[in-house]
């Protein structure tokens, strides 16, 4: 009898752990987030000023844990005109490996920089850098491969080393994209607190991969990085973010004589500023800054300002931003203004970067 006692609570507790297990390997988190923009431009370079009513994007996020050592993400974006593009699928062993270390593996954003890594509903000032658009195309850079990282603790601080090994394909045209030469990418970076409320992380990485298929030519890409954030409350923050990228590749100038080329080397810059003055406000402004990869003569500033405001509980939130633009191919700046409305359903919410 004094064994049955133990038997019948041992089977529930058994039952009980296989299906925690079982919800937690077949039941990811899904979240939805929806962007919603109204926007309007003065001097458009398309010449339509008119105001318009756009969703953006419906981006649906799933993750979760595989077993106790690896968690898969998966990131879709759907359109508003239907179209499905896999912006992120990968598989990541957290844990079990030797010194600490981290691997990754699938479509993911590469940590070419900090800003690339991360996605535009995360942003206050909403659009991705001119840097990114100009070098790494309109979406930033996502590739295929396979990403290392560890972090080595330096007292209170610590230092972040990670590589990729990458498809290589993103510089070329979509003919080429089926024998890509591959491509490679790393960066280390410094974190540390600076008091009990605020903290410092620096970054530089480089990326080198080809960039023209029918001449072999390749093109290498450095980045540094930097974030301040101070936070002595919930109801106050404040984050600076810099970044400066260069881009030196060498372009056939003549396909007939393809023995003359000519190096290009561009630079783009972005900051910006982020302050939080009651739990559910935050202001701020950027400066944004960049070249063209392809000819340095060609470049374009932007810089404006923002404001947010959180309506529930981070599961709505509105954004508004003031935006000039001056570029070497427009005629006159010109000038936008954006409200946003992000939402959230499910367990990944819209938060303030």
């Known amino acids: 009898m004094k064994i049955r006692k133990f038997i019948l609570p041992g089977i529930i507790l058994l039952m009980g752990i296989n299906s925690a297990q079982s919800q937690t390997t077949t039941n990811p988190d899904i979240s939805f987030i929806g962007d919603f923009r109204a926007v309007a431009r003065r001097d458009s370079p398309d010449g339509n ?33 239907g179209e499905t593009e896999i912006e992120e699928a990968y598989a990541t ?19 070419i920089g900090k800003l690339n890594t991360q996605h535009p509903h995360q942003w206050s000032w909403m659009e991705r850098p001119l840097m990114f658009q100009y070098f790494l195309g309109e979406e930033g850079l996502t590739d ?11 007292g209170t601080s610590a230092l972040g080393i990670s590589g990729n090994v990458l498809k290589g394909a993103f510089f070329l045209p979509e003919d080429a994209a089926d024998v ?7 960066r280390f970076s410094y974190f540390a607190p600076l008091t009990d409320y605020s903290q410092i992380e620096l970054g530089i990485s ?16 450095g980045d540094l990085d930097f974030k301040y954030k101070w936070k002595p409350t919930m ?19 003549d396909t007939l004589s393809p023995e003359v080329t000519e190096d ?26 960049s070249q063209s990869s392809f000819d340095d003569d060609i470049d374009q500033t932007a810089f404006g300002v923002f404001a947010g405001f959180e309506i529930a509980e981070e599961t709505y939130r509105l954004g508004l931003l003031l935006r000039h633009d001056n570029a ?17 359903l499910g367990p990944h919410k819209p938060h303030v970067f």
């Open 49 to 81: 000023d008119n105001p318009q009513l756009n969703f953006d994007e419906l981006e649906v996020a799933g993750s979760g844990h595989l077993n106790p050592y690896s968690r898969g993400d998966i990131v879709l974006a759907v359109t508003s005109a």
């Open 93 to 111: 062993v957290l844990r079990g490996l030797p010194l600490k270390l981290q691997v990754r593996a699938g479509k993911y954003l590469v940590d």
């Open 144 to 154: 295929v491969g396979i990403n290392v990282t560890t972090l080595i603790p330096v």
């Open 180 to 186: 890509p030469p591959m491509a490679g990418s790393g």
């Open 206 to 221: 480089a990326l080198h991969a080809q960039d023209d298929f029918a001449y072999k030519q390749w093109a290498t890409l």
């Open 235 to 253: 109801y106050n923050s404040l984050t600076i973010v810099a970044e400066a990228m260069t881009s030196r590749k060498t372009i056939v100038s």
């Open 264 to 289: 290009v080397s561009a630079f783009g810059a972005f900051a910006a500023f982020d302050y939080q003055f009651r739990r559910r406000f935050n202001i701020g402004s950027f400066f944004d800054y």
């Open 328 to 344: 070497t191919e427009l005629e006159n700046g010109v000038d936008t203004i954006q409200l946003q409305l992000l939402w959230s």
